[in-house]
């Protein structure tokens, strides 16, 4: 038998499997990972099948160096799905086995860590032993410790005997004692004996959606959609499903979009699931990270929590994937090899025998519309938990506001809103999307904007915690400098700063309530491995009365005692060059509405906004998501935008401007010229053109891009196949990646 290896090498040349003979006595299965010779050295690689048939001549024909694991790394189905996703997004296996396991598990970078164990040996009187040691108090003592047969860390035990290795040791040569090493797990969290709760008697509307997914989650099938409220109660529906899921041996995996969030749905599977609840997310040390897959890969966890790339936890008997707040932009991979979570979810879950479950107060038009469609079933929870009201939403014309005299951030609504709350004890979120609004350096004199000089975007002004410093930072590569005293381009003293951040919101409303404390969560206050969690619970422990942040808040969480919400300039996001900017707002604005009045008080939203008569900020205040889906998916229909449409591009990135530019009017011409002999195929293409990336530089690469748009039709498929092709064409001085629908199209 011979083994066909993929090595873990990104490179063209070695794309395709390498076949190596297996050594005797070895037994192999395919997804192992193995190191093998390449050339003059050893790489890391994966079995991707074992066959008796061999394409190397018997002279060059090299054994398997060694077996890295005991047991397969990569599952069957996980090996399947990597092939799939190669083919699909045209790039080496190699790059998309890498998906499947931990980064730290490659090249060995982390141990596994162990430790010693000493027990009783088997039918070993433990107090005649040790009376029978006589002279030696330590052995005599140990024995007594190991009483109880059950297995004990060395390690503890030298806590009560000082260094007790050489008599254990006696001990086991007499037969007395057995020792051994065991695998300690690095938890991501203290403790495992969290006391279990028992579920609240579901409410109609969450026992209804259960009954119309049971049948399917029984036989492993089944694709749904849940549109539920905010404060619907979705959780609860979730929890239960994957009760069902463990009751049939099964497994669940549960995708969050950010870790922001995790921290208390991680509580609540845990309060629930105990230690059968894994966590996967990036926020994990490698260590961790290395450890938790090992539970979920040897059984030990059979829950999976984990953000977008826990899509590809190693679960042998898959039963469940739940996708929560599905409309959210994490679930789409921003680093190659690209991916849709959701979409390898639903793959996962055919293959595999699963249902899948999307979820969201606010699901994405692509989603609602395969749903009405047919490819998903839609389920609805309409009304929140025990009849909650949803919360009263004013908008505020802050147009007006500004004509009456007031150059606050704050309207004058919001402004008496807070003190209320502030005055009867309850908790306030203040919301302000922040991207495309950074407070950024300009010069008044001559318009000179300081810039990043390895990306082509402005840098942001910080505050430094704690000291009266100010830096400016570039969000794209995190670079930081000085911001100038005087214009570097015309030496005027007349350089100031635009826009308003967060920490101008904090600000504010420190002037204006003095005694309040506030709680500010962005990428400056969140930069710690725990802060998420540390600022949530604080908040949540009424540490604070306001809590002030980015996207980062708008996310499912749940606070009781927040009573009033307040979105700061509704429409930040709209005027955004992307189609997705009216999705994207209304999203936002409904979700943060919904944090508001989740307990016994109705909850107070106060939507800021220069546009109040637009259709979109109209159907976020009504928070009705059918009407903002039927006159999006209309406006999508007439502007020809996805879904009715599909934008690819070749992406082109190299060192150097002028090779980038060549390189991708080259591919255009290529393009060009395949749609000039395929009439056919050019009928499905809408727009093509070459062109300087939105932002041209990033990280000291320069951008450029061919840009296609076409129809959204199986026919489109050659094209598409095609830019595959080209993103394979290798060049020493350009990288290509072919993008089709892109998270961003930065
Ligand atoms: P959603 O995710 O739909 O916005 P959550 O799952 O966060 O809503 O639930 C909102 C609140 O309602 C939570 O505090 C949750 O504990 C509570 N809840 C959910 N289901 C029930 C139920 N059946 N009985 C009582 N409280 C519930
Ligand atoms: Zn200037
Ligand atoms: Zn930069």
Known sequence: ?????????????????????????????????????????????????????????????????????????????????????????????????????????????????????????????????????????????????LADAKPHPVAELGALVTSPQDALKKLEQAGLVRLSMRDVFRLPYEDLSSP?????????????????????????????????????????????????????????????????LTPQMVGWFRQRFGPHTAVLHSRLTDGQRLDEWRRIRLGHASVVIGARSAVFAPVERLGLIVVDEEHEQTYLSDKHPRYDARRVAQSRCAREGATLLLSSATPS????????????????????????????????????????????????????????????????????????????????????????????????????????????????????????????QCGSRHIRYFGSGTQKVEEELLKLFPNVKAIRMDIDTTHQRDAHYRLLSA???????????????TKGLDFPNVTLVGVIAADLTLNLPDYRSQERTFQLVTQMAGRAGRAAETGEVVVQTYQPEHPCILAAAAQDYRAFFTQEFQRRRTGLYPPFTMIARLLVESPQAEPAQAMSARLLDTIEAYLQAHPAQKRRVLMLRADAAPVVKIRGKYRYHVLLKLFEHPDAQPVLKLLGELSQVSDAHCQIYTEVNPATLI
């Open 1 to 145: 038998m011979f083994a066909h290896v993929v090595v873990d090498v990104v490179h063209t040349n070695v794309a395709k499997p390498f076949t190596y003979s297996i050594p005797e006595g070895i037994s192999l299965l395919a997804g192992t990972r193995v190191r093998v010779p390449l050339a003059r050295r050893t790489v890391e690689g994966i079995v991707v099948a074992i066959g008796d048939r061999c394409d190397v001549h018997p002279d060059r024909l090299r054994p398997i160096a060694a077996v890295l694991d005991p047991y397969p790394a990569v599952l069957p189905n996980l090996l399947a799905l990597a092939e799939e996703l190669a083919s699909e997004a045209h790039c080496p296996l190699s790059e998309t086995l890498r998906l499947m396991i931990p980064a730290a598990m490659r090249q060995s970078r982390i141990q596994i860590k162990q430790e010693a164990m000493a027990e009783l040996a088997a039918g070993v009187d433990a107090q005649a032993a040790a009376d029978a040691q006589g002279r030696s108090l330590k052995r005599a003592t140990l024995l007594r410790l």
């Open 196 to 260: 279990s709760t028992a579920a609240p008697t579901l409410t109609p509307e969450q026992k209804a959606a259960l009954s119309i997914m049971s049948p399917a989650l029984m036989q492993g099938r089944g694709s749904f959609l849940l549109h539920g409220v905010t404060g619907s109660g979705k959780t609860e529906v979730y929890l239960a499903m994957v009760q069902a899921v463990l009751a049939q041996g099964k497994a669940a995996i549960i995708l969050v979009p950010e870790i922001a």
């Open 365 to 488: 038009i692509l989603s609602f519309a395969m749903a009405n469609r047919g490819d998903y079933t839609l389920v609805e929870m309409p009304t929140r938990v025990n009849g909650r009201p949803l919360p009263h939403v004013t908008l505020v014309d802050m147009r007006l506001e500004l004509s009456a005299g007031n150059r606050s951030i704050f309207s004058l609504l919001l402004q008496q809103k807070l003190k209320a709350s502030f005055d009867s004890g309850q908790q306030v979120m203040l919301f302000l999307n922040r991207r495309g609004y950074n407070t950024f350096v300009s010069c008044r004199n001559c318009g000179y904007v300081v810039k990043c000089e390895q990306c082509d975007v402005s840098m942001t002004l910080h505050k430094v915690e704690g000291e009266e410093a100010e830096q400016l930072r570039c969000h794209f590569c995190g670079a930081v400098q000085k911001p100038p005293d005087v214009c570097p």
């Open 539 to 553: 908040f949540r422990e009424g540490k604070a009365q306001a809590l002030i942040g980015t996207q980062m808040i």
